[in-house]
């Protein structure tokens, strides 16, 4: 994926990723960018890597497609368990999400 193509506030990359330890298994992510999140057999939701593959490491992070900033931000407001991270690649700051400042 081109840096041209990853989300970014000011043009800077956005990452995102799930805390599975708060995840309530609503799927509500997965429905508003099922190109990024996607309901494993366990019942929770993960990110999906650049070869739509589930990235199962705890804290896996991918990048946010330019196209799909908003969703990915609306999933991360509307998600029940709190567990949607988006943060700045170059410094990590969490942007959106429950720990955004």
Same mark, same amino acid.
């Given at each position: ?34 190109? !990024? ?48 991270? !988006? ?15």
């Amino acid at each position: 994926m081109s840096v041209q193509q990853e989300a970014g506030v000011g043009g800077e990359d956005l990452e995102v990723w799930i805390d599975q330890d708060l995840c309530t298994g609503d799927g509500i992510c997965a429905q508003y960018a099922p190109e !990024v999140f996607e309901l494993d057999i366990d019942g929770l939701a993960y990110v999906k890597g650049p070869r739509d593959e589930l990235l199962q490491d705890r804290g896996a992070t991918t990048p946010v497609p330019l196209p799909l900033l908003t969703d990915v931000v609306d999933s991360a407001r509307e998600c029940p368990g709190e567990c949607i991270h !988006v943060r700045r690649v170059s410094d990590g700051v969490e942007v959106h999400g429950p720990d955004a400042g």
